[in-house]
């Protein structure tokens, strides 16, 4: 169980290591100077910048799921994690779908997902499963999502 956890903990910090060493995604305007591991300011990243940046993000993630603060990470606590993040996406998804249905009949047509998810647009004949020209929320839950998905 032990080596579970210490797996899982450190397959998690190996993940949030390179998002706290970018920092945020690069864009046309911005400098390297703000990479958010570049604590000395240098336009570069060192290994130890990077080291600590990895194990500061760790810890904060850590801290999170160990729910009881008892110094480990449980299969119960990853559990009740995975719920609160469904939670979370679930809420998010159903205000995103709230805001697209501009006539609140509970569907979205074509021409609301291209105004309010032009994103989804492309996949909308394939998302409509019973082929009424609308989305629903079941048929956006139950939907292939924006990648390809595993086989059954």
């Known amino acids: 169980m032990k080596t579970f956890v210490a797996t ?8 949030l290591a390179g998002t706290a060493i970018a920092g ?12 958010k591991a570049d604590t000395d300011g240098d336009g570069r990243v060192s290994r130890a910048e990077a080291s600590a940046a ?4 760790s810890g904060e993630w850590f801290d999170k799921l160990d729910l009881d603060k008892d110094g480990y990470i449980t299969q119960e606590e990853m559990r009740q994690a995975r719920e609160t993040r469904r939670g979370a996406m679930r809420e998010k ?13 509970g569907q979205l047509s074509l021409d609301e997902v291209q ?15 019973d ?6 929320k079941d048929e956006l839950r139950r939907g292939p999502r924006h990648g390809p998905q595993p086989q059954s």
């Not at 998804?93 to 009949?105: L, R, S, T």
């Not at 996949?123 to 499963?129: G, I």
Request: charged share 25%; with cysteine.
């Open 93 to 105: 998804g159903e205000e995103h779908f709230k805001q697209a249905d501009a006539n609140g009949d």
């Open 54 to 57: 990895g194990t500061q993000r």
């Open 131 to 136: 082929s009424n020209g609308f989305l629903s």
């Open 115 to 129: 105004a309010k998810m032009p994103k989804l647009a492309d996949r909308f004949a394939t998302l409509d499963k």
């Open 24 to 35: 945020d995604p690069a864009a046309s305007d911005q400098t390297p100077r703000q990479m």
């Open 8 to 15: 899982c903990a450190l397959g998690l910090a190996v993940l």
